[in-house]
């Protein structure tokens, strides 16, 4: 491990091998597919974050954190999240 500017601890890519920068590179590129294989299959969380993303748009809230607190525990968002994959199933 090095110490980056500002004395913060992190790995460089240089200090990495030949070998281990190619097995990064397979571990990263293996990461993105099984992350969009996760979020292909689990429509819900595409409702989540765009539903987050509409409301905080329309309504323009100073205080994002306080915002995003409050959208996702919501007690009603659990049923609206249900009501639109119905919805989606049934259009489909």
């Known amino acids: 491990m090095a110490t980056l500017p500002g004395g913060i601890?992190?790995?460089y890519p240089e200090a990495l091998s030949p070998e281990q920068l190619e097995k990064l590179r397979g571990f990263k590129i293996q990461t993105r597919i099984t992350n969009e294989k996760y979020l292909r299959t689990h429509k819900e969380v595409e409702w989540l974050i765009s539903?987050?993303?509409r409301e905080m748009f329309l309504k323009r809230p100073d205080n994002i954190q306080e915002f995003a607190a409050d959208y996702?525990?919501?007690p009603r968002l659990p049923n609206k999240i249900h009501m639109q994959?119905?919805?989606?199933?049934?259009?489909?």
């Open 51 to 53: 539903g987050f993303f």
């Open 85 to 92: 994959l119905i919805k989606e199933k049934k259009a489909a």
């Open 9 to 11: 601890q992190g790995l």
């Open 72 to 74: 996702f525990t919501d």
